[in-house]
């Protein structure tokens, strides 16, 4: 027949505690007991009272009501002096250091070893104890430093070194690993099991489930202000405890634990906003490119227009030459001159008008983005004989003027300067008669 172990005896009653701030019920009727040489998980979401129960019991803030037992004996607690000489320490969230002092005058502040001549301090034995303190946390840290030149993480180790140093048998822990590496956090749980091996009892606050399923023996949960359930850690699991927390289902429990079951969705978010950027600039590249190759083209398309325009401009002069000089008399006494000059006239004709088709079908080419507006360009000379044989208005334009301002942008001032846009060898396009 087996014998039910007895449950240790309780070193921390905490009954029936009220506590409201004005317009606020910060506790209502919240019950916690510790037991000897236990560390008991105190969690809840953020406001759900646990600072201001750990504050009571360390006499930074009065309760309304209720009653606090320490080892079955009712104490009054109304001062944190009165907390430490009832043996209670905590461990704040917010560190509660002096920056200009160092760090073993910090852990001793407030009771400083006396040296032999009354009024002095024994600086010898402070820093050698505040060392061996330190020490034991697995920290290294020199405890002549001053606080305002450590970390974060610095500065809380000092914070539980002073607590420990205290040799008190109550301490409260209120988030101390948040800004602990895990290399410190190790030693801290190396230190509160040799804490909890001396008989010491610890109340851990902590959002990381985590570390409490490791070093926890049970657990309470609060929420708004109320006490929910006290369990065994080893009878519950995190979904029920996130449950009891904020009484609905919820994957994601803390934000290490988060980060570890949301990896692989964050992975995937981030995936997709690569492939977004990727596809984002693969576009702009490519617009960037089909942009400039149309541009390219349209320049070629411009060399070729302004070579037809300076032809049709060469044949139109050519032919009002000619017109002239049959006017006045050139070429007579010779046989045929006139029926020769009505032909070479006729053929002139053809040409330009087939100068003129050229130029409207390399128009049409143009992107509509840069459209030859041949209308605005204003002619370099009277082109005589232009209007004579139906060409549009603008033909003797000049090469900047012929340019459209998507084509001339960011080009050379100097018209002469257009190495980029004239071949050097000029081609005749198919099917012009070279003049």
Same mark, same amino acid.
């Given at each position: ?44 979401? !953020? ?48 560190? !509660?250091?002096?920056? /200009?002092?160092?760090?073993?005058? !910090?852990? /001793? ?17 402070? /820093? ?75 109340? /851990? ?75 984002? !600039? ?154």
């Amino acid at each position: 027949m087996s014998t039910a172990v007895a449950a240790p005896p309780l070193a921390l009653e905490m009954r029936h505690i009220t506590k409201t701030y004005p317009g606020v019920r910060a506790l209502e009727d919240v019950s916690f007991d510790l037991r000897q040489g236990e560390v008991h998980a105190l969690v809840g979401e !953020n406001g759900a009272g646990k600072s201001t129960l750990m504050k009571i019991l360390a006499g930074a803030q009065p309760k309304d009501s209720g009653e606090i037992l320490i080892n079955g004996e009712l104490v009054h607690i109304d001062s944190p002096q009165k907390a430490m000489d009832e043996g209670v320490s905590i461990i704040y969230q917010e560190f !509660n250091l002096v920056p /200009y002092l160092n760090a073993a005058e !910090n852990i /001793y502040l407030g009771r400083e070893p006396r040296a032999a001549i009354p009024g002095f301090v024994d600086f010898g034995t402070m /820093y050698r104890e505040s060392q061996r303190i330190i020490d034991k946390l697995g920290v290294r840290l020199n405890v002549r430093t001053p606080v305002n030149r450590l970390s974060i993480a610095q500065q809380q180790m000092v914070e539980i070194g002073k607590a420990t140093s205290k040799e008190c048998k109550i301490i409260v822990m209120d988030e101390p690993s948040a800004t602990l590496t895990e290399h410190e956090l190790q030693s801290l749980f190396a230190l509160i099991r040799q804490l909890k091996g001396e008989g010491v009892s610890i109340v /851990y606050i902590s959002h990381r489930l985590e570390e409490i399923f490791e070093i926890c023996d049970r657990v309470t949960v609060l929420r708004d202000g109320h006490w929910i359930a006290t369990n065994e850690i080893a009878d519950l699991d995190r979904e029920q405890i996130i449950r009891l927390m904020v009484a609905r289902e919820l994957k994601q429990m803390t934000p290490k634990e988060a980060e570890k079951g949301d990896k692989q969705t964050h992975k995937e978010k981030q995936t997709q906003i690569e492939k977004k950027q990727t596809a984002s !600039n693969a576009l702009q590249e490519s617009l960037t490119t089909s942009l400039s190759k149309q541009l390219v083209a349209s320049f070629l398309l411009f060399s070729e227009i302004l070579q037809v325009q300076e032809q049709l401009m060469v044949a139109a002069s050519v032919a009002q030459s000619q017109s002239d000089g049959g006017s006045s008399g050139i070429g007579i006494g010779m046989g045929g001159a006139s029926t020769g000059s009505q032909s070479q006239q006729t053929q002139r004709d053809v040409e330009i008008r087939a100068h003129i088709e050229l130029l409207m079908t390399l128009m049409k080419q143009v992107p509509s983005a840069c459209l030859l507006d041949l209308t605005s360009a204003t002619p370099a000379t009277a082109g005589a004989g232009s209007g004579a044989l139906g060409a549009p208005a603008g033909l003797g334009a000049s090469a900047d003027a012929a340019l459209p301002a998507c084509a001339t942008e960011g080009a050379p001032k100097d018209p002469t300067d257009r190495a980029d846009l004239k071949p050097t060898t000029p081609t005749t396009p198919t099917g012009l008669v070279t003049f």
